[in-house]
Nanobody
Framework: QVQLVESGGGLVQAGDSLRLSCAAS????????MGWFRQAPGKEREFVAT????????NYSGSVKGRFTISRDNVKNTVSLQMNNLKPEDTAVYYC?????????????????WGQGAQVTVSS
């Protein structure tokens, strides 16, 4: 069982930066690929970024590539999402997720554990 707790959400203006963090409870954290997803009101949950268990491989959605950076610290059992040049369309609840496996994935179906979500609101 893996428990995930997100932090760092908030209200910012377009062009600002924000950093989300996710703390994981599992001792086996270093064996889990991790991902960030988001869900805007009235829309389906969508992929944002993912990172392999050792942090060596990352993948981003086209809408955030070049602006967001995913990273992890396997000593502190945390995964972070640095978000720069935020846009109003980035407004959503952001979820941290963990999968049983080394390799990253863009699919929500591949993730077994989810955090409670953190609200990010970007005003224009």
């Amino acid at each position: 069982q893996v428990q995930l707790v997100e932090s760092g959400g908030g209200l910012v203006q377009a062009g600002d930066s924000l950093r989300l963090s996710c703390a994981a409870s599992a001792r086996s954290f270093s064996g889990n690929a991790m991902g960030w997803f988001r869900q805007a009101p009235g829309k389906e949950r969508e992929f944002v970024a993912t990172i392999s268990a050792n942090g060596g491989t990352t993948n981003y959605s086209g809408s955030v590539k070049g602006r967001f950076t995913i990273s992890r610290d396997n000593v502190k059992n945390t995964v972070s999402l640095q978000m720069n040049n935020l846009k109003p369309e980035d407004t959503a609840v952001y979820y941290c997720a963990a999968r049983r496996g080394f390799w990253p994935s863009r699919s929500t179906n591949d993730y077994a554990y989810w955090g409670q979500g953190a609200q990010v609101t970007v005003s224009s």
